[in-house]
């Protein structure tokens, strides 16, 4: 572990644990090696209820200078953690391997798309023009009523709970996404480590703690509390000091922090991305063109990282007349595969349940194609498994829409591409949905793409959804019961978006106002300026 000693201590504040580890006879719990079933030291002692009260204490103080550090501040200190990052990443890595069972050449790249992703929100919050600054200037004269001096810009919310996510202990869990934008935005964060990678968790918030440190951050900037469930999560959400939740994982956990963010006295915004299938349509032309690629490309996808990703192409529709040499390409790919290992043992046993009910209990399914070996190396692993049905069946039997989570897919088959629209238009909100197509199906894509974009928060063109670009136009959301919110992304710039909230100041002196909105434009920023986008001075 590169000399770093573990604690299984709580993270708060600047970096100094407020806890020691809670040893046997204490509640508490241990990562589990999912390819040894190896107990891993240290024991991680679950928060009390003393410690979130303090972290929401400490996060509602910071708040208020947070709200008022300028945008290269907030990039400085973005840029200080994916620092702090680099640093440790052996160590990181390395701990991620043994508690997640995950390819080291993976946790890499994670790391290296955290950094990234870090590094671009710095630039976001340097720049400024995110906040989405409006001036209508005052209009004395105007009759029959005059017109006051309006301006309008997005402001922090305040603490923000994020919650880690199980198949991305980098990209998606302390130093990930959502930490990312909130600090970008100017908001604390409180992260609930995902119990299946404490240790992870503990050296990446370890790094933000040193940064904050370092930089001279109020200590209730960040905070990492440890849960073997539910109920530190719980306390954090229904805590009056948070004003936002951030959730990536299980439609069933996702939901029950809706309800809880929902039903406090002042309800807050829980931004919750859930399970999504993410359908893929391939057309006539498209399939008579290439079905051999299709289905090599389609075997890739939905068993990349052991079906684990949320854009994994969980059904794909295919016409009835789809050539043999789509079924064997299918077949052979998967027949040759062995079982593979999974995030935990719970995760693994929850899909072989998943797998087994399809095969049960929907008679009009069939399998086609399973993993032919079983890796004995692996505790907590799938079988690879492909499935089919008819359209009749699929659209009878809503359950086969939802999703399994693992390295299962389900291939429907459709006679006529004008049921495929209709098919569509009912779907439940996805992520994702991929059209694969050519020119000779030029005809039918412009009802199925009005369709689907209705229904998915991002279209794939004659490709496949698994991978998500961490870039300025990225949509990672989609309809409920995708996520929460449709109307927000949890991947891309426009994310930060998710924490803040538009406040207007009316005929406020300008030397109060935020730099933002000041006449002289101190900042240089992009503005709306009497509906015209303008860098320049009112002066």
């Given at each position: 572990m590169s000399g770093i000693e573990m604690t299984g201590a709580a993270v708060m504040g600047m970096g100094k644990p407020v806890r020691s580890i809670q040893r046997a006879g204490e509640s508490g719990f241990w990562a589990v090696n999912p390819m040894t079933g190896e107990m891993l030291e240290p024991k991680y002692g679950c928060a009390t209820d003393a410690e979130v009260a303090e972290a929401a204490t400490r996060a509602g103080e910071a708040a208020w200078a947070m709200a008022v550090s300028s945008g290269e501040m907030r990039a400085e200190l973005l840029r200080k953690i994916a620092e702090k990052l680099l640093s440790a990443q052996e160590a990181i890595v390395q701990r991620a391997h043994l508690e997640t069972g995950l390819p080291l050449a993976r946790l890499n790249g994670e790391m290296g798309r955290t950094v990234g992703q870090l590094r671009l929100?710095?630039?976001?919050?340097?720049?400024?023009?995110?906040?989405?600054?409006?001036?209508?200037?005052?209009?004395?004269?105007?009759?029959?009523?005059?017109?006051?001096?309006?301006?309008?810009?997005?402001?922090?919310l305040g603490p923000v709970v994020v919650f880690g996510a199980s198949n991305f202990p980098l990209a998606f869990s302390v130093a990930g996404g959502d930490t990312a934008a909130a600090l970008a935005a100017g908001c604390p964060v409180i992260v609930k480590a995902h119990p299946a990678h404490p240790g992870t968790s503990e050296l990446v918030g370890r790094a933000i703690c040193e940064a904050t440190s370092e930089l001279g951050w109020?200590?209730?900037?960040?905070?990492?509390?440890?849960?073997?469930?539910?109920?530190?999560?719980?306390?954090?959400?229904?805590?009056?000091?948070?004003?936002?939740?951030?959730?990536?994982?299980?439609?069933?956990?996702?939901?029950?922090?809706?309800?809880?963010?929902?039903?406090?006295?002042?309800?807050?915004?829980?931004?919750?991305?859930?399970?999504?299938?993410?359908?893929?349509?391939?057309?006539?032309?498209?399939?008579?063109?290439?079905?051999?690629?299709?289905?090599?490309?389609?075997?890739?996808?939905?068993?990349?990282?052991?079906?684990?990703?949320?854009?994994?192409?969980?059904?794909?529709?295919?016409?009835?007349?789809?050539?043999?040499?789509?079924?064997?390409?299918?077949?052979?790919?998967?027949?040759?595969?062995?079982?593979?290992?999974?995030?935990?043992?719970?995760?693994?046993?929850?899909?072989?349940?998943?797998?087994?009910?399809?095969?049960?209990?929907?008679?009009?399914?069939?399998?086609?194609?399973?993993?032919?070996?079983?890796?004995?190396?692996?505790?907590?692993?799938?079988?690879?498994?492909?499935?089919?049905?008819?359209?009749?069946?699929?659209?009878?039997?809503?359950?086969?829409?939802?999703?399994?989570?693992?390295?299962?897919?389900?291939?429907?088959?459709?006679?006529?591409?004008?049921?495929?629209?209709?098919?569509?238009?009912?779907?439940?909100?996805?992520?994702?949905?991929?059209?694969?197509?050519?020119?000779?199906?030029?005809?039918?894509?412009?009802?199925?793409?009005?369709?689907l974009e209705r229904r998915a928060g991002r279209v794939v063109w004659n490709s496949y959804p698994t991978g998500v670009e961490v870039c300025h136009a990225m949509v990672h959301g989609g309809p409920f019961p995708a996520t929460s919110d449709s109307r927000f992304t949890s991947v891309g710039t426009a994310s930060i978006l998710r924490f803040a909230r538009p406040v207007c100041f009316q005929d406020v002196p300008d030397g109060w106002l935020p730099k933002e909105l000041q006449g002289s434009n101190p900042l240089g920023m992009e503005r709306i300026v009497n509906g015209r986008r303008t860098r320049e001075s009112l002066e």
């Amino acid at each position: 572990m590169s000399g770093i000693e573990m604690t299984g201590a709580a993270v708060m504040g600047m970096g100094k644990p407020v806890r020691s580890i809670q040893r046997a006879g204490e509640s508490g719990f241990w990562a589990v090696n999912p390819m040894t079933g190896e107990m891993l030291e240290p024991k991680y002692g679950c928060a009390t209820d003393a410690e979130v009260a303090e972290a929401a204490t400490r996060a509602g103080e910071a708040a208020w200078a947070m709200a008022v550090s300028s945008g290269e501040m907030r990039a400085e200190l973005l840029r200080k953690i994916a620092e702090k990052l680099l640093s440790a990443q052996e160590a990181i890595v390395q701990r991620a391997h043994l508690e997640t069972g995950l390819p080291l050449a993976r946790l890499n790249g994670e790391m290296g798309r955290t950094v990234g992703q870090l590094r671009l929100f710095a630039d976001v919050a340097a720049d400024g023009s995110w906040v989405d600054a409006r001036i209508d200037t005052a209009q004395p004269e105007r009759t029959p009523i005059p017109r006051p001096a309006v301006r309008s810009m997005l402001r922090p919310l305040g603490p923000v709970v994020v919650f880690g996510a199980s198949n991305f202990p980098l990209a998606f869990s302390v130093a990930g996404g959502d930490t990312a934008a909130a600090l970008a935005a100017g908001c604390p964060v409180i992260v609930k480590a995902h119990p299946a990678h404490p240790g992870t968790s503990e050296l990446v918030g370890r790094a933000i703690c040193e940064a904050t440190s370092e930089l001279g951050w109020p200590e209730g900037t960040f905070a990492l509390l440890f849960d073997s469930g539910m109920a530190v999560g719980a306390a954090l959400v229904q805590h009056p000091l948070v004003q936002a939740v951030a959730f990536t994982g299980s439609t069933a956990g996702g939901q029950a922090l809706m309800k809880l963010a929902a039903s406090r006295p002042e309800p807050i915004p829980c931004f919750a991305e859930m399970g999504s299938s993410n359908p893929v349509f391939v057309l006539p032309g498209a399939m008579e063109a290439r079905a051999g690629a299709i289905a090599g490309g389609l075997a890739t996808s939905f068993t990349l990282g052991s079906g684990q990703f949320c854009t994994k192409p969980g059904v794909v529709f295919v016409t009835k007349s789809t050539p043999e040499s789509f079924w064997e390409t299918l077949r052979a790919a998967v027949g040759g595969m062995a079982s593979m290992g999974m995030l935990t043992a719970g995760i693994a046993a929850r899909y072989r349940q998943g797998v087994d009910a399809r095969k049960r209990g929907a008679h009009g399914v069939e399998t086609f194609a399973e993993a032919a070996r079983t890796d004995e190396s692996q505790i907590a692993a799938g079988a690879p498994t492909l499935m089919k049905t008819t359209l009749e069946h699929y659209v009878s039997t809503p359950e086969l829409e939802e999703e399994i989570f693992g390295p299962t897919m389900l291939v429907v088959e459709y006679a006529t591409v004008e049921e495929l629209t209709w098919v569509a238009q009912g779907l439940r909100g996805h992520l994702t949905t991929t059209i694969h197509a050519e020119e000779a199906d030029g005809e039918f894509v412009a009802g199925l793409l009005a369709a689907l974009e209705r229904r998915a928060g991002r279209v794939v063109w004659n490709s496949y959804p698994t991978g998500v670009e961490v870039c300025h136009a990225m949509v990672h959301g989609g309809p409920f019961p995708a996520t929460s919110d449709s109307r927000f992304t949890s991947v891309g710039t426009a994310s930060i978006l998710r924490f803040a909230r538009p406040v207007c100041f009316q005929d406020v002196p300008d030397g109060w106002l935020p730099k933002e909105l000041q006449g002289s434009n101190p900042l240089g920023m992009e503005r709306i300026v009497n509906g015209r986008r303008t860098r320049e001075s009112l002066e």
